[in-house]
């Protein structure tokens, strides 16, 4: 579901909510990778066997990788999610949130509102 599409379908401020929601569940996916990485650290034993040392090693490898991953997707849903809530406000009225959407293009990425308090229209990148 693009981002006109959800805007449409529930509105601007639900769709802000959602982001943000999205954006700190891949946080708390974060620190729950950095769990994982920190707890393998604590199981790897020298002179434990070779195979139970690979083992932790590949544990930590995929905590890192989750944590990473976990990482870009938090901080690109944020700054996607202010980057819009910054344009979010009538540029004649400085009426915050309070729009309509008239129209999309560019697959839903670039919005044309209108204010719903004294009707002046502008764009939305996304
Ligand atoms: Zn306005």
């Given at each position: 579901?693009?981002?006109?599409?959800?805007?449409?379908?529930?509105?601007?401020?639900?769709?802000?909510?959602?982001?943000?929601?999205?954006?700190?569940?891949?946080?708390?996916?974060?620190?729950?990778?950095?769990?994982?990485?920190?707890?393998s650290?604590?199981?790897?034993?020298?002179?434990?066997?070779?195979?139970?040392q690979a083992w932790v090693g590949l544990c930590a490898a995929a905590s890192?990788?989750?944590?990473?991953?976990?990482?870009?997707?938090?901080?690109?849903?944020?700054?996607?999610?202010?980057?819009?809530?910054?344009?979010?406000?009538?540029?004649?009225?400085?009426?915050?949130?309070?729009?309509?959407?008239?129209?999309?293009?560019?697959?839903?990425?670039?919005?044309?509102?209108?204010?719903?308090?004294?009707?002046?229209?502008?764009?939305?990148?996304?």
């Open positions: 579901m693009t981002m006109a599409q959800m805007i449409r379908q529930h509105g601007f401020r639900k769709w802000y909510e959602r982001e943000l929601v999205l954006s700190h569940l891949h946080l708390v996916l974060l620190v729950l990778s950095l769990v994982g990485l920190l707890g650290a604590e199981a790897y034993e020298r002179g434990a066997p070779l195979l139970v890192a990788a989750i944590g990473l991953w976990a990482l870009r997707r938090y901080l690109a849903l944020l700054m996607h999610a202010e980057h819009v809530a910054h344009q979010a406000q009538c540029p004649a009225c400085h009426a915050y949130a309070r729009w309509s959407l008239i129209d999309e293009d560019q697959g839903g990425q670039r919005l044309q509102v209108q204010c719903q308090r004294c009707g002046h229209r502008w764009h939305i990148d996304g």
